[in-house]
Protein backbone atom coordinates (compact mmCIF):
# COMPACT_ATOMS: atom_id res chain seq x y z
CA UNK A 1 0.00 0.00 0.00
CA UNK A 2 1.27 3.39 -1.11
CA UNK A 3 1.77 6.10 1.57
CA UNK A 4 -0.39 9.13 1.30
CA UNK A 5 0.67 10.50 4.29
CA UNK A 6 4.16 12.25 4.65
CA UNK A 7 6.09 13.08 8.25
CA UNK A 8 8.44 16.02 7.28
CA UNK A 9 10.47 17.22 10.68
CA UNK A 10 14.05 16.83 12.00
CA UNK A 11 12.52 17.23 15.36
CA UNK A 12 13.30 13.95 17.17
CA UNK A 13 10.41 14.55 19.84
CA UNK A 14 7.99 15.70 17.20
CA UNK A 15 8.77 12.43 14.71
CA UNK A 16 9.01 9.69 17.96
CA UNK A 17 5.49 10.63 18.75
CA UNK A 18 4.18 10.94 15.28
CA UNK A 19 5.53 8.01 13.48
CA UNK A 20 4.46 6.07 16.85
CA UNK A 21 0.72 6.79 16.36
CA UNK A 22 1.05 5.77 12.64
CA UNK A 23 2.39 2.44 13.25
CA UNK A 24 0.35 1.43 15.85
CA UNK A 25 -2.63 2.36 13.78
CA UNK A 26 -0.76 0.63 11.21
CA UNK A 27 -1.14 3.47 8.86
CA UNK A 28 2.03 3.59 5.94
CA UNK A 29 3.74 6.94 5.57
CA UNK A 30 6.67 8.65 3.89
CA UNK A 31 9.78 10.07 6.61
CA UNK A 32 11.32 13.92 4.81
CA UNK A 33 13.08 16.62 5.71
CA UNK A 34 11.21 19.98 5.36
CA UNK A 35 13.66 20.75 2.48
CA UNK A 36 12.65 17.99 0.40
CA UNK A 37 10.08 17.79 -2.43
CA UNK A 38 6.94 16.62 -1.32
CA UNK A 39 5.64 13.65 -3.66
CA UNK A 40 2.56 14.57 -5.80
CA UNK A 41 0.43 11.02 -4.22
CA UNK A 42 0.96 12.72 -0.56
CA UNK A 43 -2.47 13.71 0.70
CA UNK A 44 -1.26 15.25 4.34
CA UNK A 45 2.26 16.46 5.71
CA UNK A 46 2.61 16.26 9.26
CA UNK A 47 5.24 18.73 10.47
CA UNK A 48 5.71 20.95 13.80
CA UNK A 49 4.69 24.85 13.63
CA UNK A 50 8.55 25.83 13.30
CA UNK A 51 9.27 24.06 10.49
CA UNK A 52 5.94 24.71 8.75
CA UNK A 53 6.49 27.46 6.37
CA UNK A 54 9.21 25.28 4.99
CA UNK A 55 6.32 22.42 3.42
CA UNK A 56 4.82 23.09 0.13
CA UNK A 57 1.65 21.50 0.40
CA UNK A 58 -2.11 22.28 0.72
CA UNK A 59 -2.81 19.82 3.51
CA UNK A 60 -0.41 20.70 6.64
CA UNK A 61 -1.21 19.39 9.82
CA UNK A 62 0.85 20.75 12.79
CA UNK A 63 2.40 19.24 15.89
CA UNK A 64 3.67 21.16 19.06
CA UNK A 65 2.90 20.66 22.73
CA UNK A 66 -0.41 21.68 22.77
CA UNK A 67 -1.80 19.13 20.22
CA UNK A 68 -3.22 15.67 20.92
CA UNK A 69 -1.48 13.38 18.82
CA UNK A 70 -3.77 11.39 18.55
CA UNK A 71 -6.35 13.79 17.04
CA UNK A 72 -3.45 14.89 14.65
CA UNK A 73 -3.56 11.55 13.49
CA UNK A 74 -6.85 11.17 12.90
CA UNK A 75 -7.54 14.27 10.66
CA UNK A 76 -4.75 13.08 8.49
CA UNK A 77 -6.55 9.61 8.26
CA UNK A 78 -9.91 11.72 7.29
CA UNK A 79 -7.96 13.70 4.86
CA UNK A 80 -6.33 10.69 3.03
CA UNK A 81 -9.98 9.28 2.84
CA UNK A 82 -11.56 12.49 1.61
CA UNK A 83 -14.14 12.77 4.99
CA UNK A 84 -14.54 15.60 6.63
CA UNK A 85 -15.88 13.55 9.42
CA UNK A 86 -17.02 9.95 9.82
CA UNK A 87 -21.23 9.19 10.09
CA UNK A 88 -20.48 6.51 12.70
CA UNK A 89 -17.63 6.31 15.22
CA UNK A 90 -17.83 2.96 17.28
CA UNK A 91 -15.29 1.84 20.18
CA UNK A 92 -15.43 -1.68 21.13
CA UNK A 93 -14.21 -2.87 24.52
CA UNK A 94 -13.14 -6.56 25.47
CA UNK A 95 -13.20 -6.58 29.31
CA UNK A 96 -10.77 -8.98 31.14
CA UNK A 97 -7.22 -8.69 33.06
CA UNK A 98 -5.95 -7.04 29.72
CA UNK A 99 -8.89 -4.68 28.24
CA UNK A 100 -8.92 -5.15 24.09
CA UNK A 101 -9.87 -1.91 22.78
CA UNK A 102 -10.80 -1.07 19.09
CA UNK A 103 -11.82 1.71 17.41
CA UNK A 104 -14.35 1.75 14.24
CA UNK A 105 -14.62 4.80 11.56
CA UNK A 106 -17.61 3.70 9.46
CA UNK A 107 -16.77 0.50 9.70
CA UNK A 108 -13.16 0.94 9.14
CA UNK A 109 -10.51 -0.19 12.14
CA UNK A 110 -8.60 2.61 12.38
CA UNK A 111 -7.36 1.92 15.98
CA UNK A 112 -6.30 -1.25 18.43
CA UNK A 113 -4.84 -1.35 21.48
CA UNK A 114 -5.04 -2.93 25.03
CA UNK A 115 -5.59 -1.65 28.08
CA UNK A 116 -4.34 -2.40 31.86
CA UNK A 117 -7.25 -1.61 33.62
CA UNK A 118 -10.47 0.45 33.71
CA UNK A 119 -9.14 3.54 34.67
CA UNK A 120 -6.43 3.51 31.33
CA UNK A 121 -9.80 2.25 29.26
CA UNK A 122 -11.21 5.34 30.77
CA UNK A 123 -9.06 7.78 29.72
CA UNK A 124 -8.21 6.38 26.23
CA UNK A 125 -11.87 5.88 25.50
CA UNK A 126 -11.62 9.94 26.09
CA UNK A 127 -8.88 10.88 24.53
CA UNK A 128 -10.44 9.07 20.94
CA UNK A 129 -13.91 11.16 21.22
CA UNK A 130 -12.03 14.13 22.21
CA UNK A 131 -9.99 13.48 18.93
CA UNK A 132 -13.01 13.83 16.74
CA UNK A 133 -13.89 17.14 18.37
CA UNK A 134 -12.60 18.67 15.32
CA UNK A 135 -14.27 16.73 12.81
CA UNK A 136 -17.23 15.26 14.97
CA UNK A 137 -18.87 12.12 14.05
CA UNK A 138 -22.88 12.13 13.51
CA UNK A 139 -23.13 9.05 16.29
CA UNK A 140 -20.78 7.75 18.59
CA UNK A 141 -21.33 4.41 20.90
CA UNK A 142 -19.11 2.08 22.98
CA UNK A 143 -19.82 -1.30 22.87
CA UNK A 144 -18.60 -3.40 25.78
CA UNK A 145 -18.64 -7.17 25.70
CA UNK A 146 -20.33 -9.48 28.48
CA UNK A 147 -17.92 -12.20 28.89
CA UNK A 148 -16.58 -10.73 32.26
CA UNK A 149 -19.81 -9.90 34.07
CA UNK A 150 -18.12 -7.87 37.23
CA UNK A 151 -15.49 -6.25 35.03
CA UNK A 152 -18.55 -5.20 32.51
CA UNK A 153 -20.92 -3.81 35.07
CA UNK A 154 -17.45 -1.59 36.58
CA UNK A 155 -16.37 -0.22 33.23
CA UNK A 156 -20.06 0.85 31.94
CA UNK A 157 -21.44 2.33 35.21
CA UNK A 158 -17.37 4.02 34.93
CA UNK A 159 -18.24 4.78 31.01
CA UNK A 160 -21.44 6.02 32.59
CA UNK A 161 -20.34 8.57 34.88
CA UNK A 162 -17.99 10.12 32.48
CA UNK A 163 -18.94 10.31 29.00
CA UNK A 164 -21.34 12.98 27.41
CA UNK A 165 -25.14 11.85 27.33
CA UNK A 166 -25.83 11.57 23.98
CA UNK A 167 -22.98 8.66 23.34
CA UNK A 168 -24.73 5.31 23.47
CA UNK A 169 -23.75 2.68 25.83
CA UNK A 170 -24.13 -1.17 24.60
CA UNK A 171 -23.51 -4.50 26.26
CA UNK A 172 -22.27 -7.31 23.11
CA UNK A 173 -22.13 -10.68 23.33
CA UNK A 174 -18.87 -12.43 23.39
CA UNK A 175 -20.50 -15.73 22.23
CA UNK A 176 -18.27 -17.15 19.21
CA UNK A 177 -15.62 -15.65 19.51
CA UNK A 178 -12.99 -18.09 21.25
CA UNK A 179 -13.08 -19.25 17.94
CA UNK A 180 -10.23 -17.33 16.90
CA UNK A 181 -8.12 -18.00 20.40
CA UNK A 182 -6.05 -20.80 18.58
CA UNK A 183 -5.03 -18.49 16.48
CA UNK A 184 -3.51 -15.67 18.66
CA UNK A 185 -2.71 -17.49 21.66
CA UNK A 186 0.43 -17.13 21.35
CA UNK A 187 0.88 -13.54 20.61
CA UNK A 188 0.27 -11.04 23.73
CA UNK A 189 -2.84 -8.69 23.68
CA UNK A 190 -3.70 -9.70 20.23
CA UNK A 191 -6.55 -11.48 21.18
CA UNK A 192 -7.97 -9.00 23.59
CA UNK A 193 -7.61 -6.74 20.00
CA UNK A 194 -9.07 -9.49 18.06
CA UNK A 195 -11.78 -9.55 20.72
CA UNK A 196 -12.47 -5.66 20.63
CA UNK A 197 -12.88 -5.52 17.05
CA UNK A 198 -15.78 -8.05 16.57
CA UNK A 199 -17.47 -6.46 19.74
CA UNK A 200 -17.55 -3.39 18.12
CA UNK A 201 -19.23 -4.66 14.84
CA UNK A 202 -22.04 -6.70 16.68
CA UNK A 203 -25.12 -5.44 17.83
CA UNK A 204 -25.80 -5.19 21.20
CA UNK A 205 -28.42 -4.18 23.86
CA UNK A 206 -28.42 -0.63 24.96
CA UNK A 207 -27.49 -0.10 28.24
CA UNK A 208 -29.83 2.63 29.92
CA UNK A 209 -27.81 5.77 30.96
CA UNK A 210 -28.26 7.32 34.22
CA UNK A 211 -29.51 10.83 34.55
CA UNK A 212 -27.37 13.51 35.88
CA UNK A 213 -29.99 13.71 39.18
CA UNK A 214 -29.93 9.71 39.18
CA UNK A 215 -26.03 10.06 39.36
CA UNK A 216 -26.34 12.70 42.04
CA UNK A 217 -28.99 11.22 44.43
Not at 40 to 50: G, N, W, Y
Not at 67 to 76: P, S
Not at 156 to 181: F, H
Amino acid sequence: MKASIAVATVSGKAYYLIVTELRRRSMPFTSLTPYETIPVEIKAVLTTRKEKHLINHEKVLVYDENVDVQAMITKALQIVEGKGSCEKLVIGIDPGEALGLAVLADGRVIMTETCSGVRDTLEKVRNIILSFERAPASSISVKVGDGVPLCRRELMEALDDTLPQDIMLESVSEAGTSRYQNETKNRRGLRDMVSAIRIAGRAGHEFQRRTSHEKNS
